[in-house]
């Protein structure tokens, strides 16, 4: 079962997000993620966190009492991993992150920490860009890329725990061979002919896109 976490930070244009949503069996919202989701036209199922960045107090009445779990500020976890487990224990074995791009850097190495964990979100859609978690603990284990626009800008880092082995086909600069354990990563590469797909031999990876060369999201299918 698909789940998503709208979670606060910049977010995509409202119909990306809908779209996104409309594919998952559950919506839950981080904190502001729900100012988000409203502003999105998405009405979530859950809410959780400590709300101290929520516009409006209020805008909770918009769900049921027992549909909002509010959390202490001085707590172990994030208000996006509080959102992110309550989705696992749901039954939502992929789990799609919205949100979390842009503003405190600290904020966005959080949500990047993430995706070194045993049990990461699938995906990661930011206001411009989109990753794709392939490999080891994600439910893919490449991503096919024709879809894109020849000059988009394709990127890959590892993630997890090493070693680390991917395979590219069709792409400028080949990422075969790469020593990613030691610091390697391929920055906005693009596609080069047919057949374009990047693939996890061994260890996990993100493949990161720009949002607005998918159009209709079918580059996950």
Do not use: Q
């Not at 729900?34 to 909770?60: K, N, Q, R, T, Y």
């Not at 989705?87 to 949500?111: F, N, P, W």
């Amino acid at each position: 079962m698909k789940g998503v976490v709208i979670t606060g930070g910049k977010v995509p244009a409202p119909g990306v997000m809908k779209l996104i949503a409309s594919g998952c069996s559950i919506c839950v919202v981080a904190d502001s993620g729900l100012d988000s989701a409203i502003a999105a036209g998405i009405e979530p199922d859950f809410a959780v966190g400590d709300m101290d960045s929520l516009s409006d107090p209020s805008l909770l009445d918009r769900l049921p009492p027992g549909r909002v779990s509010l959390a202490d500020r001085d707590k172990d976890n994030t208000d996006t991993e509080l959102a992110l487990t309550l989705l696992k224990g749901k039954g939502c074995d992929e789990r799609i992150l919205i949100g979390g791009s842009g503003g405190r850097l600290d904020h966005l190495l959080a949500v990047r920490a993430l995706f070194d964990r045993e049990d990461p979100p699938a995906v990661w859609v930011g206001d411009e860009s989109i990753a794709i978690g392939i490999g080891a603990g994600f439910p893919r284990s490449g991503v096919k890329l024709d879809g894109l626009a020849v000059d988009s800008a394709i990127s890959v880092f590892p993630c997890g725990a090493a070693p680390h082995v991917a395979r590219g086909k069709s792409l400028y600069w080949p990422v075969d061979g790469l020593e990613w354990d030691r610091g390697a990563f391929s920055l906005s590469n693009r596609r080069f002919g047919t057949g374009c797909a990047v693939e996890a031999v061994c260890g996990s990876f993100l493949v990161i896109l720009p949002l607005d060369s998918i159009g209709d999201f079918g580059v996950l299918t």
